[in-house]
Nanobody, 124 residues
């Protein structure tokens, strides 16, 4: 079992930055495929970014447009999402996920473990 706890969300003005963290416990996540998803009110959960077991990354380029960076610190058993140039459209609850299974790792159903989410609100 893996427990995931997100932090780092908050209220920020458009153009600002936030770094989300996802601390894992229960076992190491260093060999997991891990992802970030988000869900805005009234919308479906949306893929944001994934870091593969190899360390390579994939982004939802339509929505994040090169503004977000996913990374992991295996020593701290933590996943990160650096978000720059935030826009009001980025407002959502952000979730991290672990245990992703190929090939559908851009879909939330491919993940075995989820955090509780952290709210990100971007004001215009």
């Amino acid at each position: 079992q893996v427990q995931l706890v997100e932090s780092g969300g908050g209220l920020v003005q458009a153009g600002g930055s936030l770094r989300l963290s996802c601390a894992a416990s229960g076992r190491t996540i260093s060999t997991d495929t891990m992802g970030w998803f988000r869900q805005a009110p009234g919308k479906e959960r949306e893929f944001v970014a994934v870091i593969h077991r190899s360390g390579s990354t994939t982004y939802n380029t339509d929505s994040v447009k090169g503004r977000f960076t996913i990374s992991r610190d295996n020593a701290k058993n933590t996943l990160y999402l650096q978000m720059n140039s935030l826009e009001p459209e980025d407002t959502a609850v952000y979730y991290c996920a672990a245990g992703g299974r190929a090939p559908y790792i851009t879909t939330w159903g491919a993940y075995a473990y989820w955090g509780q989410g952290t709210q990100v609100t971007v004001s215009s």
